[in-house]
């Protein structure tokens, strides 16, 4: 191989020609202390620079220390041994389409670019830098003015990193596009750029530890990880390491595939166990721009971001997370200044975890979600939404999608599939919602939907929904498929569903208005203590009352466990819109449930004395009816009075031993006064001896016990006379009869003066 010899090196330096092989030609060789001497020239050579094309540099070129003033060009180019530049100072340095054992280059200064493109880089150097890993391309602590090209670069680590380059300072933008291939760690641990990271094309093979490491970084402008114009994906396979990363531009991931590979046995001392299995490993990142997953995106594996400071989180429609029984999107305690969103079409397999995470924006979830991690799909716990809460069209299998404790815009589940039925599909427990909760048009709901100790502040809306559980099970031992204990709803309940089996439970829940398909509520419902202020239809009923008593009874008697205060509750709202006589329909009602529960329990006497009350003044409601009987028995004994056979045997006494008959004074031989004065007509009261009779007036002193009129205490019917013992019978029955019949008229009243 034809040797370059230092004189057309000196020549070609001062005139700044390129030397080395011609177009075509024999490959020639360079030593390399004759390029480090030619190197130390400082103005002799031209300000372009030494220019090497197709040349073999042989030994070891070790620019160590060394202050070039003038740039460095390589194209095609071969070394034997690694380039040596540390705490070198160079005007530029290209090594473009060559091939290189090595770059040691830590603290080396580059006033213009560092341009390593089309080259091929293979080695494992050991460093002061790093006592643990061997690597091919050496650039900790450097610093680069200008850009770092690496457009076509592979670099192997030979089982070591690929690059480490901790602490390096690059002013401009750091390239590695159009297939840039690593194998081994990409390591820029605290480096500081001046403009974008862009991995257009790239492909990056970690064989120990994580692929790409940026932690710690500042970045001024955006990372790129993106396919190319060629349509090439980036392929990362192993874990990308961004925590405490600062990105004040964007940081967009499109088109690519993020693979974990797990963790070497040698990493697991110094690392956190929540980093096994994880693709993008990025606690604490801060992104000034959005963070973005568009495109036909592939992670294999977590993302987590938590406690991040980021701009907007979007997850693109055709983009997939797959982490099968663990956490896919992890973003515990992080701060959005903007949206989360995950597009309609997005397939993630494992669970999105937002505990305590705080959404300055909205939260929009479109895509499908399975395969979680315990038994969330999405853990929303002590979540923090300003915005609306989307979650129309998401399809959820095997877990909940969890909001207990959490504080939300609103939350819209227009269409929604959520299949737990082992478990919660959607729980609210202990949320404030600021606005509406809508789950309808289509919302499909297969487990216990929990709104319990929930409070809404706008409108809670079930129209067209579907809520279905299959029976119960160990977190819904009731089998309920809506559960709203203690749920304040302060802007209405519309309980339009489409279809709820088998039961519901809105035990001591509170809401403004009803508006409710009494003939879509399950077989079974607990509603004790459930109150609201009024009934409306719902939105899209046909015509039909509203104030329907009749239906209200029959819904109110469906209840699980029968319960007085719903009766009272609903009779309550009839009477403030002034329904009373509804109200006291449905409070009727109550009582006859009650009776028809309650009467196995109760004696022969008590079961005859609620049956007699019900029908005599339907329990107090009704209290005019007693006076129609009591007429009706004051008609019997003034009838039975008023009969020739009843009057002769009634006595009365004058006190003075005189017996009167309703003829007059009785003598001894049985006849009376007026007969033996042979007087026409009967005289009853003995020429005024004794009160005189009046049928009626004795009627009413014998039936009505709170009137005294004398004339029951004055005549008596006779024992001794035939029939006078019938008479008195019958005449302390009707005092009987009148004395109940008054007391339950008297009792009704007192009912429904406590009731009002």
Same mark, same amino acid.
């Given at each position: 191989?034809?040797?370059?010899?230092?004189?057309?090196?000196?020549?070609?330096?001062?005139?700044?020609?390129?030397?080395?092989?011609?177009?075509?030609?024999?490959?020639?060789?360079? %030593?390399?202390? $004759?390029?480090? !001497?030619? *190197?130390?020239?400082?103005?002799?050579?031209?300000?372009? =620079?030494? +220019? /090497? @094309? #197709?040349?073999?540099?042989?030994?070891?070129?070790?620019?160590?220390?060394?202050?070039? %003033?003038?740039? $460095?060009?390589? !194209?095609? *180019?071969?070394?034997?041994?690694?380039?040596?530049?540390? =705490?070198? +100072? /160079? @005007? #530029?340095?290209?090594?473009?389409?060559?091939?290189?054992?090595?770059?040691?280059?830590?603290?080396?200064?580059?006033?213009?670019?560092?341009?390593?493109?089309?080259?091929?880089?293979?080695?494992?150097?050991?460093?002061? @830098?790093?006592?643990?890993?061997?690597?091919?391309?050496?650039?900790?602590?450097?610093?680069?003015?200008?850009?770092?090209?690496?457009?076509?670069?592979?670099?192997?680590?030979?089982?070591?990193?690929?690059?480490?380059?901790?602490?390096?300072?690059?002013?401009?933008?750091?390239?590695?596009?159009?297939?840039?291939?690593?194998?081994?760690?990409?390591?820029?641990?605290?480096?500081?750029?001046?403009?974008?990271?862009?991995?257009?094309?790239?492909?990056?093979?970690?064989?120990?530890?994580?692929?790409?490491?940026?932690?710690?970084?500042?970045?001024?402008?955006?990372?790129?990880?993106?396919?190319?114009?060629?349509?090439?994906?980036?392929?990362?396979?192993?874990?990308?390491?961004?925590?405490?990363?600062?990105?004040?531009?964007?940081?967009?991931?499109?088109?690519?595939?993020?693979?974990?590979?797990?963790?070497?046995?040698?990493?697991?001392?110094?690392?956190?166990?929540?980093?096994?299995?994880?693709?993008?490993?990025?606690?604490?990142?801060?992104?000034?721009?959005?963070?973005?997953?568009?495109?036909?995106?592939?992670?294999?594996?977590?993302?987590?971001?938590?406690?991040?400071?980021?701009?907007?989180?979007?997850?693109?429609?055709?983009?997939?997370?797959?982490?099968?029984?663990?956490?896919?999107?992890?973003?515990?305690?992080?701060?959005?200044?903007?949206?989360?969103?995950?597009?309609?079409?997005?397939?993630?397999?494992?669970?999105?975890?937002?505990?305590?995470?705080?959404?300055?924006?909205?939260?929009?979830?479109?895509?499908?979600?399975?395969?979680?991690?315990?038994?969330?799909?999405?853990?929303?716990?002590?979540?923090?939404?300003?915005?609306?809460?989307?979650?129309?069209?998401?399809?959820?299998?095997?877990?909940?999608?969890?909001?207990?404790?959490?504080?939300?815009?609103?939350?819209?589940?227009?269409?929604?599939?959520?299949?737990?039925?082992?478990?919660?599909?959607?729980?609210?427990?202990?949320?404030?919602?600021?606005?509406?909760?809508?789950?309808?048009?289509?919302?499909?709901?297969?487990?216990?939907?929990?709104?319990?100790?929930?409070?809404?502040?706008?409108?809670?809306?079930?129209?067209?929904?579907?809520?279905?559980?299959?029976?119960?099970?160990?977190?819904?031992?009731?089998?309920?498929?809506?559960?709203?204990?203690?749920?304040?709803?302060?802007?209405?309940?519309?309980?339009?569903?489409?279809?709820?089996?088998?039961?519901?439970?809105?035990?001591?829940?509170?809401?403004?208005?009803?508006?409710?398909?009494?003939?879509?509520?399950?077989?079974?419902?607990?509603?004790?203590?459930?109150?609201?202020?009024?009934?409306?239809?719902?939105?899209?009923?046909?015509?039909?009352?509203?104030?329907?008593?009749?239906?209200?009874?029959?819904?109110?008697?469906?209840?699980?466990?029968?319960?007085?205060?719903?009766?009272?509750?609903?009779?309550?709202?009839?009477?403030?819109?002034?329904?009373?006589?509804?109200?006291?329909?449905?409070?009727?009602?109550?009582?006859?449930?009650?009776?028809?529960?309650?009467?196995?329990?109760?004696?022969?006497?008590?079961?005859?004395?609620?049956?007699?009350?019900?029908?005599?003044?339907?329990?107090?409601?009704?209290?005019?009816?007693?006076?129609?009987?009591?007429?009706?028995?004051?008609?019997?004994?003034?009838?039975?009075?008023?009969?020739?056979?009843?009057?002769?045997?009634?006595?009365?006494?004058?006190?003075?031993?005189?017996?009167?008959?309703?003829?007059?004074?009785?003598?001894?031989?049985?006849?009376?006064?007026?007969?033996?004065?042979?007087?026409?007509?009967?005289?009853?009261?003995?020429?005024?001896?004794?009160?005189?009779?009046?049928?009626?007036?004795?009627?009413?002193?014998?039936?009505?016990?709170?009137?005294?009129?004398?004339?029951?205490?004055?005549?008596?019917?006779?024992?001794?006379?035939?029939?006078?013992?019938?008479?008195?019978?019958?005449?302390?029955?009707?005092?009987?009869?009148?004395?109940?019949?008054?007391?339950?008229?008297?009792?009704?009243?007192?009912?429904?003066?406590?009731?009002?």
């Amino acid at each position: 191989m034809e040797q370059i010899s230092e004189a057309e090196l000196s020549s070609a330096s001062r005139s700044g020609a390129v030397i080395g092989a011609g177009p075509g030609g024999p490959r020639r060789a360079m %030593p390399a202390a $004759l390029l480090r !001497r030619c *190197c130390q020239l400082r103005d002799q050579v031209d300000p372009r =620079g030494i +220019r /090497l @094309a #197709g040349v073999t540099v042989t030994g070891q070129l070790d620019l160590a220390g060394l202050t070039v %003033p003038f740039p $460095l060009s390589f !194209r095609d *180019c071969d070394f034997d041994e690694a380039l040596v530049v540390e =705490g070198a +100072r /160079l @005007a #530029g340095l290209s090594l473009t389409g060559c091939a290189l054992p090595g770059l040691l280059g830590n603290g080396v200064r580059i006033r213009r670019d560092l341009d390593l493109s089309g080259s091929r880089i293979t080695g494992a150097h050991r460093t002061s @830098a790093s006592t643990s890993q061997p690597a091919a391309v050496w650039l900790c602590e450097s610093s680069v003015r200008g850009q770092l090209l690496a457009v076509g670069t592979v670099i192997d680590g030979a089982g070591g990193r690929a690059v480490q380059a901790d602490g390096i300072r690059v002013a401009g933008s750091v390239r590695l596009l159009q297939q840039f291939a690593a194998r081994g760690q990409v390591r820029l641990i605290g480096a500081r750029l001046g403009a974008s990271l862009d991995l257009v094309g790239v492909h990056l093979a970690a064989t120990d530890g994580p692929a790409l490491d940026l932690s710690g970084a500042v970045i001024a402008g955006s990372v790129f990880l993106i396919s190319d114009r060629a349509g090439r994906r980036p392929v990362i396979q192993g874990r990308i390491d961004m925590g405490r990363t600062q990105i004040t531009g964007q940081l967009l991931i499109r088109d690519a595939r993020l693979e974990d590979r797990g963790i070497a046995a040698n990493e697991r001392g110094y690392v956190r166990a929540s980093v096994l299995g994880c693709a993008l490993n990025a606690p604490r990142l801060s992104v000034g721009a959005e963070v973005a997953l568009e495109g036909t995106c592939e992670v294999t594996g977590s993302v987590d971001l938590s406690m991040s400071e980021l701009s907007d989180l979007t997850v693109g429609g055709q983009c997939q997370l797959n982490a099968p029984g663990r956490t896919a999107l992890r973003v515990i305690n992080a701060e959005l200044r903007g949206d989360l969103r995950v597009a309609a079409g997005a397939r993630i397999a494992g669970t999105i975890r937002a505990a305590g995470a705080i959404v300055r924006g909205a939260l929009v979830l479109h895509g499908t979600v399975t395969d979680p991690e315990r038994r969330s799909v999405v853990g929303g716990t002590a979540l923090v939404v300003d915005g609306d809460v989307d979650l129309a069209g998401l399809r959820t299998t095997g877990g909940r999608v969890n909001f207990r404790g959490a504080t939300l815009g609103s939350l819209a589940a227009d269409g929604a599939h959520l299949d737990n039925p082992d478990g919660y599909s959607l729980s609210l427990n202990q949320a404030t919602v600021k606005g509406s909760v809508r789950l309808v048009d289509g919302f499909c709901s297969a487990g216990l939907v929990v709104l319990s100790r929930s409070t809404i502040e706008g409108h809670l809306e079930c129209t067209g929904g579907s809520f279905r559980c299959p029976g119960p099970a160990a977190r819904n031992e009731h089998g309920n498929a809506i559960e709203a204990i203690s749920a304040t709803v302060r802007g209405g309940m519309t309980l339009d569903w489409t279809a709820v089996s088998p039961s519901v439970d809105f035990t001591d829940a509170m809401t403004t208005f009803l508006a409710d398909d009494l003939r879509a509520w399950p077989s079974r419902f607990a509603i004790s203590g459930f109150t609201y202020e009024r009934f409306e239809r719902p939105p899209g009923a046909g015509p039909g009352p509203v104030w329907d008593q009749a239906a209200r009874c029959a819904w109110l008697a469906r209840q699980d466990e029968f319960d007085s205060g719903p009766y009272e509750q609903a009779a309550r709202v009839f009477r403030q819109h002034g329904y009373s006589r509804e109200a006291e329909q449905i409070l009727m009602a109550q009582r006859r449930a009650a009776r028809r529960i309650g009467q196995s329990g109760r004696g022969v006497v008590h079961r005859a004395a609620d049956a007699v009350f019900s029908v005599s003044v339907a329990y107090g409601y009704r209290p005019w009816r007693v006076l129609w009987a009591l007429a009706a028995l004051l008609a019997a004994v003034s009838v039975t009075l008023a009969l020739p056979v009843s009057q002769a045997t009634l006595r009365a006494n004058d006190g003075n031993g005189g017996v009167y008959t309703t003829g007059g004074l009785l003598r001894p031989d049985g006849g009376t006064a007026a007969a033996a004065r042979g007087s026409p007509a009967a005289d009853s009261c003995g020429d005024g001896a004794v009160r005189c009779f009046s049928p009626v007036l004795y009627a009413v002193d014998t039936v009505i016990p709170l009137i005294s009129l004398d004339q029951r205490s004055t005549w008596y019917p006779d024992p001794r006379v035939p029939g006078g013992t019938a008479l008195l019978w019958w005449l302390n029955l009707a005092t009987l009869a009148g004395w109940l019949l008054s007391s339950i008229f008297a009792l009704s009243f007192t009912r429904l003066a406590r009731s009002a």
